[in-house]
């Protein structure tokens, strides 16, 4: 069982910043897909960020130039640092990895970003 466990969430002030973390429990090194996704109430789970093969990034329109997707293979950790917010930033950030045919989720973190 992998588990990914995601911390970093919270409030922040538009115009803000947040750095998101999610550790997994096993070698992301030959991950085919690890990064973020978004949830807002109401909404359905979006693409924010994610990381394909080694270093092949993809992201949302709305957070280019605002947000940076990376990752640390000797600690299996993917981030997301977050600059910039702003209120329809906020949701539920997710984590997935996808890795050796399977689908990785973590349990999400709250993103508040309110004046």
């Known amino acids: 069982q992998v588990l990914l466990v995601e911390s970093g969430g919270g409030l922040a002030q538009p115009g803000g910043s947040l750095r998101l973390s999610c550790a997994a429990s096993?070698?992301?090194?030959?991950?085919?897909?690890m990064g973020w996704y978004r949830q807002a109430p109401g909404n359905e789970r979006e693409t924010v960020a994610i990381i394909r093969g080694g270093s092949m990034t993809n992201y949302a329109d709305s957070v280019k130039g605002r947000f940076t997707v990376s990752r640390d293979n000797a600690k299996n950790t993917v981030y997301l640092q977050m600059n910039s917010l702003k209120p329809e930033d906020t949701a539920v950030y997710f984590c997935?990895?996808?890795?050796?045919?399977?689908?990785?989720w973590g349990q999400g973190t709250q993103v508040t970003v309110s004046s």
């Open positions: 096993t070698s992301i090194f030959s991950a085919n897909v």
């Open positions: 997935r990895l996808a890795l050796g045919g399977n689908d990785y």
